[in-house]
């Protein structure tokens, strides 16, 4: 018959773990930068965008267009990245519950 308390307990590690990788992901970033690095998004390893620099020359009415399309590759590449550092220090944890990956 299986322990229930063992089981109680390697939950409550894997509790401990998820929260302790939740903490680094937060305090991760992640840099993506498009528009010959005239755009940069900062997002943290929880997928938040944390900060966007947009150089002051490119600022201008008639580059209006250029900036959003910039922004949104910038911002969706910076999401790929946060999501794949996100799932590579989760991997470690979730390999410990036996569940296919």
């Keep these: 018959m299986p322990n229930p308390f ?5 939950m409550i590690k894997l509790q401990r773990e998820a929260k302790r990788i939740q903490k680094e992901l937060r305090n991760t970033e992640v ?16 997928v938040q965008v944390t900060k966007i620099e947009i150089a002051e ?3 201008k009415p008639e580059n209006k267009n250029e900036i959003e399309d ?15 550092e996100a799932a590579e220090k989760s991997k470690g944890m979730l390999s410990k519950l036996n569940l296919p990956i």
Aim: proline share 0%; no cysteine.
């Design 57 to 59: 020359d490119v600022l």
């Design 70 to 84: 910039s922004l949104k590759e910038t911002i969706n590449a910076g999401v790929k990245k946060a999501q794949a």
């Design 6 to 10: 063992g089981q109680m307990g390697e």
């Design 31 to 46: 840099e993506s930068v498009s528009g010959g690095g005239k755009i940069k998004v900062i997002l943290n390893g929880e």
